[in-house]
């Protein structure tokens, strides 16, 4: 028998006859399945009649996954009913777990921050001249634009030269040791910790070396720990002592395992990042080429010949580089000669050979470096000879070993045997956290 409509339908009104089921769209009656799956694969405007959907796809207006209900069921263009998600919540038909609409951020599924190598900023604190008396002063390099200014706030606690820096990677770095005036019993075991996000830098005594020193080195470690190494001490005498900072709370303590294999001042420190970082160069008595691996799984430094050197140098300044390679720079030789002279590690082979396409500008010594942790470092000050102090900065490319000379990150203030720390890396959203459109990314924000 033909079928017979309802003469007075209402808009989602469904009649069935004959095993076969129909929808008024407000219209027309549209057939529909009466399992509720869909007929032609397509959801059509305003109907959801089931939530399950085998194979289709979502129409123009949209449905998020795991909303659907029984017969009858009607959406509103763009919207779900039960609030879950918001605007336009489904734009295609295959729903992934989990997945969301545009512009859309689904509670719980934020996960967690990654923190990825490349930072933003770094910093050149203390150091003196021949001609005045060491500074407090701190500079802060702006990596996305290459400058640097004085940074007040960031001045070291208590004026020196001589001291090294460390940093933890994202959140804060340290400075170390150095003197306050010529002389062995000017010699300090002073540490201070500056913290990145607010540019501050404060006296942290549970930090202070073990035992006092000057013309130290030190290692940035593997983001929970860093050391500082070697120098002269309050007796004038070269030492080996190694100390470890525990950057959880703050704390040094000496560590003997650690040690260098060699009794000697005015060396560098460059680090890895995860494994491994190395001090070379200094002065026993004589320029020495020598090189040192320190292993952070067992806080062991031992001699790594194929580490050395390209040449016996005092002063020379360390850049950590891009955690495949790094940097040393500078320095003067047993013949007192000042070089511009770079070499560089290569961190799988443990090896050092002279780069010099990374040359310094201008040879010097008692700079210091940085490394912005992905693409590019600086070394800054110095002096040259006759002892003129220097406020000339440099930056190393790492995808082409170049240095030149960079004007804009100048100290602002020509200074020789100051130390630097930087921020290496940055957080970000992880994978799966954030949702931008269809797409799910890394760090879609």
Request: proline share 2%.
């Amino acid at each position: 028998m033909p079928v017979s409509f309802p003469s007075s339908p209402t808009s989602g009104q469904v009649y069935e006859f004959s095993f076969n089921s129909w929808m008024y769209t407000g219209v027309f009656w549209r057939s529909i399945n009466a399992s509720g799956s869909v007929t032609s694969g397509n959801l059509g405007d305003n109907l959801i009649f089931s939530g399950n959907i085998p194979s289709g796809s979502i129409g123009a207006n949209h449905l998020a996954s795991g909303v659907g209900g029984g017969a009858g069921l009607s959406l509103s263009s763009g919207t779900v009913t039960s609030g879950f998600i918001g605007d336009n919540a489904i734009t295609s038909g295959n729903i992934a777990s989990g997945q969301i609409g545009q512009y859309q951020i689904n509670d719980f599924s934020l996960g967690l921050l990654n923190n990825t190598r490349g930072g933003n900023f770094g910093y050149f604190a203390g150091g003196g001249t021949s001609a005045t008396s060491p500074t407090t002063r701190a500079d802060k390099i702006t990596y996305s634009n290459d400058t640097s200014a004085a940074q007040t706030t960031a001045n070291l606690s208590q004026a020196r030269y001589s001291l090294a820096g460390i940093s933890e990677g994202l959140i804060k770095g340290y400075f170390a040791g150095g003197q306050s005036a010529s002389g062995a019993g000017n010699i300090l075991a002073t540490a201070d910790k500056l913290t990145y996000s607010t540019n501050n830098t404060n006296a942290q005594t549970s930090a202070n070396l073990s035992q006092a020193r000057a013309s130290l080195g030190g290692i940035s470690g593997e983001r929970t720990k860093g050391y500082f190494a070697g120098g002269l001490n309050t007796s004038s005498n070269y030492t080996i002592t190694a100390d470890k900072l525990v950057y959880s709370t703050d704390t040094t303590a000496a560590q003997t395992s650690a040690n260098l294999s060699q009794f000697r001042r005015g060396l560098a420190g460059i680090s890895e990042g995860s494994q491994k970082g190395y001090f070379a160069g200094g002065d026993t008595g004589g320029a020495v080429a020598t090189a040192e691996k320190l292993t952070y799984s067992n806080d062991t430094t031992s001699a790594q010949t194929s580490s050395d050197l390209s040449q016996a140098r005092r002063y020379p300044s360390g850049c950590s580089g891009d955690s495949t390679k790094g940097y040393f720079a500078g320095g003067y030789t047993g013949l007192g000669i000042a070089v511009s002279t770079t070499d560089k590690i290569i961190y799988s082979t443990d090896t050092t050979a002279s780069q010099t396409s990374a040359n310094l500008s201008q040879a010097r010594i008692a700079s210091a470096g940085i490394s912005e942790g992905l693409a590019k470092g600086y070394i800054a000050g110095g002096y040259t000879q006759p002892s003129v102090s220097v406020a000339t900065a440099d930056k190393l490319t790492y995808s082409s070993d170049t240095t030149a000379a960079q004007t804009t990150a100048n100290l602002g203030q020509a200074r020789d045997s100051l130390a630097g720390v930087s921020q290496e890396y940055t957080s970000v959203f992880g994978n799966n956290c954030v949702f931008s459109g269809n797409k799910i990314g890394r760090a879609h924000v």
